[in-house]
């Protein structure tokens, strides 16, 4: 171990800072790949829940620390011989089948609440830091939280919209016509990594519909893209999501 980090390794306002702070940047490297690919969970949502599990293990430090020193004499009194992080390991386990609640999967197979549902459980792990007084870590994860959800978005759709992968929801009269979307596609020179088909359901009167991802090699062709698959006269739907 490297003994120079071992001040930032003890529970002091300058670790809790470094530690949270980390988390959000570390975890929005990794959501950045995902956003660029188009996918569900993004950046916003992998800083979230990264920011989520770093603040439950701080909360978790606090409380054995207040338990073993300032609170030893109150704890002992009142018969206090568990694990007091288990209180808010039952909270974060029930928080997670609410924010499974906001998770939906549209029509279009796009899959919508991933950052509320991450928002939701950070909020939860806020709440248990406030309910501990562990105020130095509640101010500012509370404040990486509201940057995360009211200032990111514009970075997060500026990311979204020049990437080099888009995804096409596209409906059509026939399965018969996938070739020629494909062959229409492929015509603008791009490179088409992965087809997902829902053959329709004639009792709802649904046309077949698929959701192509594909790979472009310049930044700005997504709308070049989208009218050249408008053109095709058996398409009657086609969006990007």
Known sequence: ????????RELNTASVMLRLVLAVL?????GLE???KRRAAGLRTYMLVCLGAALTV????YEYYMVTHPWAELAAEI?????VSRFGAQVINGIGFLGAGTIIVTGRQEVKGMTT????????CTGLAIGAGFYECVFLAFLLISIVIRVLPQVE????????????????????????????IKSQDVQIYDVEIDHGREEKL???SAVFSIRLNHKQMHTQVLAAISELESVRTIDEI
């Open 1 to 8: 171990m490297i003994g120079a980090l071992d001040y930032m």
């Open 26 to 30: 570390f975890g929005g490297v990794i």
């Open 34 to 36: 995902r956003g660029r």
């Open 58 to 61: 701080l909360l978790s430090m």
């Open 79 to 83: 018969g206090i011989r568990t694990d």
């Open 117 to 124: 549902a991450a928002g939701l459980w950070a909020s939860a």
């Open 157 to 184: 759709t500026y990311i979204v919209e020049n990437a080099r992968n888009m995804n096409i929801y596209v409906e059509f009269e026939s399965l018969d016509d996938v070739g020629d979307i494909i062959s229409r």
């Open 206 to 208: 649904r046309n077949p």
